[in-house]
Structures are given as C-alpha cells and as structure tokens.
C-alpha cells in the first residue's frame, strides 16, 4: 500500500435516508470495498445504541420510554457529541469512516415534528461535517412497501412522509442523491465512485471542517 496513506487523513462519509432505504447494507459493502483496497476503514452507525445515551435513546425508539420531543432531540445530539473527539482522532490518524446516520437524521427527524429548524440545528453546530453525504433516495411509499419496518417509533409511512420533506429542505449541491430503487449492485457502484473521488480530495489536503455553517 501507498506510504502517503499513513500521512493523511481519514475521510467522514455519510449515508442518510428514510428507514428501509437501504443504507446499512450498502455502508458495509462500502466498507469491505474499501478495505479490500488497503484502505483503513470503519463502519460506524447513530444513534450508537452501546452507550448509557444510546440505551436511553434504544428505549425510547422502542417505544419502552417516552420523552418529550426536546428531550430526545438533544439526547440524540449528546449521542453524536459523546463520539466526536474518538471522531476526530480516528479521522486524523488515518481511518475513513463510514457512518450511517448523523446529523442530518437529526434535524430531519425532530423537525418532521414541526420543532424549528434552527432549534434543531443548533446543539449539532460543532460536530465535525462530512467530507461527504449520500442520501439514498427512496419514497416513504416504496420504503414501506419493502417490509421489515421493525415496529420501532419512527417506523410510520405518515412520518416517514414528513421526514422525507425535511430531508428535501436539507439538501445541498454538495450532496450525492443515488436513487435507492435502482439494483444494489448498481447502487454500489456509484457509492464506491463517489467514495474514491472522496478519498482523493481527503489525501489532498482538504481540512476538516465543523457543522453547520
Ligand atoms: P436506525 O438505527 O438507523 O434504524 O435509526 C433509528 C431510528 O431513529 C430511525 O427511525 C431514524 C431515527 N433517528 C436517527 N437519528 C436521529 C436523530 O438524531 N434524531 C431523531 N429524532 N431521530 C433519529
Ligand atoms: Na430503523
Ligand atoms: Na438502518
């Protein structure tokens, strides 16, 4: 493997989109490709349900707590806080991270409960930002009808209706929308197209940067 690997920094790929659209499965063959490739690279996924945060958070999914919509909102914040530093020293050391959900989860799924987008945005500002974002791009129709909703909280076609237009008002030019009813194969593809293009730019020089500004 390339010596000037080492030297660089890791990039923070991540992957959004509504439940059943896929993501996870295609964040790990994006891991395996990348590591195939010598790459360092880990899968990492919020919320982080191994934390004492992320058990609160387990339980309120699963409809076992109940919360008022401010208090999740920030517990899920605190969830992507607790990791930053491990974050930020992973990335500088040199390991990609492919992370499915962030902040942008946060802020279109609290304010797909008609809480202020700005409210939202506010306790995420300070986290690092993505070198890059794929949403994979689904209808909460199509998403349903695959099945496997697993009965937590958020897995409600209305919801998902209304998370869907918040995600529509958070996209950006930057960000990679990859329709997510195409043939995994060919999602793949285009996932490890844009990934490698990432690295690149990462192993350039590209400075990390914090959200949302
Ligand atoms: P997952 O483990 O990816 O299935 O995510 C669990 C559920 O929680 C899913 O419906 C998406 C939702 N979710 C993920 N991150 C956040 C967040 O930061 N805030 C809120 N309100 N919901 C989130
Ligand atoms: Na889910
Ligand atoms: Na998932």
């Known amino acids: 493997p390339n010596r000037l690997k080492s030297h660089s920094r890791g990039a923070l790929i991540v992957l959004e989109g509504l439940d059943r659209c ?3 499965s ?10 195939g490739l010598g790459h360092a690279v ?4 919020f919320p982080d349900r191994t934390t004492v945060v992320g058990k609160m958070i387990s339980s309120y999914l699963s409809n076992r707590s109940h919360l008022d919509d401010r208090a999740i909102h920030l517990l899920f914040s605190a969830n992507r806080w607790e990791k930053r530093s491990l974050m930020e020293d992973k990335l500088r050391c040199g390991t990609t ?7 942008y989860s946060g802020v279109a799924f609290s304010s797909a409960k008609e809480l202020d987008l700005l409210w939202c945005k506010t306790p995420e500002k300070g986290l690092l930002a993505p070198d890059l974002v794929v949403y994979l791009d689904i209808s909460p129709e199509k998403a349903a009808e695959r099945g496997g909703y697993g009965g937590e909280r958020y897995e409600q076609l209305e919801f998902q209706k209304k998370v869907a237009q918040s995600y529509h008002k958070l996209f950006d030019a930057s960000w990679k929308i990859v329709d997510a009813t195409l043939p995994i194969e060919e999602i793949e593809e285009q996932l490890r197209d844009v990934a490698l293009d990432c690295l690149v730019t990462c192993q350039k020089g590209k400075s990390l940067s914090q959200l949302w500004s």
């Not at 880990?42 to 996924?45: A, G, S």
């Not at 991270?97 to 902040?103: K, M």
Request: aromatic residues 12%.
């Open 26 to 35: 295609q964040a790990s063959r994006l891991v395996s490709f990348l590591t």
């Open 42 to 45: 880990e899968m990492w996924r």
């Open 97 to 103: 991270l492919i992370v499915d959900r962030y902040s």
């Open 22 to 24: 896929g993501k996870t």
